[in-house]
């Protein structure tokens, strides 16, 4: 079984393209797309209609072509939208919203478990945000903090007082249904872990989530596959590390992000892994 990852790009629609004709010319058995799929431009709360006048007939395309599409949505996409998602994957039987859910094919061993909570991030939009443990230091905030509603826009007004209320990203990773078999399993995490070089932010920051590195080292699935944080394998130098025997990839994507699209292949039989970076007009 042949994949391709990719995350975070951001309704941008010749991304989408290459992909699925990429997808074709290398023989890819599934797509997995890791998170932040909807425009990031413009109204947030217009993603609907990417949702609605783009995706549908995008998934169209895999009922014909016989490859499959797992998916979620990331911290960028409105959380108001999560039905609509849903309802226009649940329209095709080769696209699967893999968010807090489990799937496998029938006629393979391996098993995909998604999950999009992120730890807390200093920007506005916090319909994902979650501590990341309950001894978790929220990064300073820039802006205002809301969270989506069919209405508009909700302030939070005590943001600190108000995230202590929800579940912690260690609480989400608990609470996710557990694979038959962990060493087949594949879990599709938006934020990626601590500690291994993929969460490293231009500044040199790094900010992954020490719960996700402390899950994958204590029940050791196959791979793990994350985003979240564009840059950090150019940053870096690292897209490909290992917790234990659980192998981590995080593709990024250019800082120039109009102007280039970046995915990995996984060849799950003989354990290959290989990196593009393709530019718009190639």
């Known amino acids: ?8 790009i951001h309704g941008i629609k010749w991304k989408y393209e290459r992909v699925f004709h990429e997808a074709i010319s290398l023989n890819i ?3 997995i797309n890791g998170g932040d799929m909807l425009l990031f431009k413009g109204n947030l709360l217009h993603q609907d209609k990417f949702i609605t006048g783009f995706l549908d007939d995008y998934f169209s395309k895999f009922e014909s072509s016989g490859i499959y599409f797992a998916c979620q949505l990331g911290n960028d996409d409105c959380i108001i939208f999560d039905g609509l998602f849903q309802e226009i994957c649940d329209k095709y039987s080769h696209v699967f919203n893999v968010a807090q859910k489990k799937f496998q094919l029938n006629d393979h061993e391996y098993e995909f478990i998604g999950m999009n909570w992120v730890t807390d991030l200093p920007f506005g939009l916090k319909d994902r945000a979650r501590m990341d443990n309950r001894d978790f230091k ?107 025997k659980t192998i981590c990839i995080q593709p990024g994507q250019s800082h120039q992000h109009e102007n280039h699209l970046i995915f990995v292949t996984i060849d799950l039989e003989t354990m290959d892994f290989k990196k593009f970076k393709l530019n718009k007009e190639d």
């Open 1 to 8: 079984m042949k994949l391709l990852l990719v995350t975070d």
């Open 138 to 244: 929220l990064p300073k905030q820039i802006g205002k903090q809301y969270i989506s509603n069919p209405n508009g826009w909700i302030k939070i007004e005590d943001w600190v007082s108000y995230i202590e209320t929800l579940p912690t990203l260690e609480d989400e990773m608990n609470q996710l249904i557990k694979p038959e078999n962990m060493n087949k399993a594949i879990y599709i995490i938006h934020m990626p872990p601590s500690n291994i070089g993929l969460d490293v932010c231009y500044d040199g920051r790094t900010v992954g989530s020490i719960s996700i590195y402390k899950f994958l080292k204590k029940y050791q699935p196959l791979l793990s596959f994350h985003g979240h944080i564009h840059e950090s394998p150019e940053v870096s130098g690292r897209w490909k590390s290992s917790i234990g």
């Open 29 to 31: 058995d599934m797509i």
